[in-house]
């Protein structure tokens, strides 16, 4: 019974970044074994184990065979006989398929530190094409790493597509992959990729359909937000700026899955940022009107996240936007109005809307900039 490190915290070392999870393959072992030793199953798909006092995870050498379509038909086997070799030949790339023993000798039979030299993605071997998600996470390897993709990888991934195996990803597979390639410092290659291989056109159709001067310029501003660390709302927001109608957005949004809180940033700059640019010609009802249909006495939080990303496509991804702070000085003394004061004095219920609506109208233009 042997055991090695493997997979991202192996890559991650020889990059250079730092190591998150210690991921371990181990080799010569049954299930029963481990257990024997004290570890703690948790696997459901193939057998993992927690380590008693490390509590990394320990998962059993094992193969993959492909059973079905998508990401999850394989039949999985994992026994004592199976070899780290063949462990390793059922990863995705080659920088992902190098192991470390306890002496810190490597063990790299694909040569996965080659192509990290020489910054290349490559598939480990054919079995990449039996898992469609691979694609999604060489696209958001592009966007991590700035590596360029091995045109024997890309030919695959095109293969790929055109057999349809992308068809079968769920929505929710798809945004996970699609949100951490959002998070990532330059997300915009991971779209590139995807639209490179075809894969966009077939997981996200509508930005594939607009991936035109406007998309490229959304992927620019993209980059910029993802530099300055905005949220993932935010990101997604500006990414699909580029749509045509706030019908797409929800389309796209709704084929993804994508939290309630990403869709919402995203229509309302869809809806708002001619609005919010010209803000400063506005009376103050219509500013008033504007930071209602906001809710953003409600939410100021979101509404500065709105701010931000109607600046940042107004600005190509800058920081000085002054609408943003001419609005933000009103929002303040908007919400600095006593409404539950000014119901009090008034005659019936019947009465409050307006007089509290005139209350944070006259804030407003007591203003002077």
């Known amino acids: 019974m042997k055991s090695y ?3 991202g915290c ?27 030793l004290g570890y703690k199953p ?13 509590h990394e995870e320990y998962a059993l ?14 039949t999985v086997y994992a026994a004592p006989d199976v070899t780290l070799e063949q462990d390793l030949a059922r990863r995705d790339l080659t ?10 000798r490597l063990i790299d039979p694909f040569g996965g530190q080659r192509d990290i030299e020489a910054g290349i993605l490559r598939h480990v071997s054919a079995a990449f094409a039996e898992d469609p998600v691979r694609i999604l996470r060489l696209a958001r390897f592009v966007a991590r790493f700035g590596f360029r993709v091995a045109p024997e990888t890309m030919a695959l991934c095109r293969q790929m597509v055109d057999q349809g195996e992308v068809d079968h ?3 929710e597979r798809v945004w996970q992959e699609v949100a951490k390639g959002l998070q990532e410092r330059r997300p915009s290659p991971m779209f590139r990729t995807l639209r490179e291989c075809g894969a966009l056109a077939r997981l996200l159709p509508e930005l594939a359909q607009h991936f035109d001067s406007a998309g490229e310029r959304a992927l620019r501003v993209l980059d910029a937000v993802a530099q300055a660390q905005a949220s993932l709302e935010i990101r997604f ?20 899955r994508a939290p309630n809180d990403c869709r919402d940033l995203a229509v309302m700059g869809w809806r708002e940022r001619e609005a919010i640019a010209a803000a400063e010609s506005l009376d103050g009802a219509a500013v008033l009107d504007l930071l209602l249909r906001c809710d953003a006495l409600r939410k100021p ?22 609408p943003a702070d001419w609005l933000v000085r009103r929002l303040a003394a908007v919400a600095a109005v006593d409404g539950g004061a000014i119901a009090r004095t008034c005659a019936a219920p019947a009465d409050i809307p307006a007089a509290v609506r005139a209350a944070r109208l006259a804030a407003i233009e007591q203003l002077e900039d």
């Open 169 to 171: 990803l769920v929505p």
């Open 61 to 74: 050498a094992r193969t993959e065979r492909k059973s079905g379509h998508g990401y999850r038909g394989f």
């Open 42 to 54: 948790v696997g459901k798909d193939f057998p993992v184990f927690l380590h008693p006092q490390t």
């Open 301 to 322: 939080a979101r509404f500065a996240d709105l701010l931000r990303v109607c600046g940042a496509l107004a600005t190509d991804g800058g920081h000085d936007y002054h």
């Open 95 to 104: 920088l992902n398929a190098i192991a470390e023993d306890h002496d810190g």
């Open 237 to 256: 927001a500006v990414l699909v700026s580029a749509l045509p109608s706030v019908a797409a957005m929800e389309t796209l949004s709704q084929r993804l």
């Open 5 to 7: 490190l493997v997979g």
């Open 10 to 36: 192996v890559r991650d070392k020889l990059l250079g970044l730092p190591q998150q999870d210690r991921d371990h393959v181990v080799v010569g072992a049954s299930a029963e074994q481990m257990e024997a």
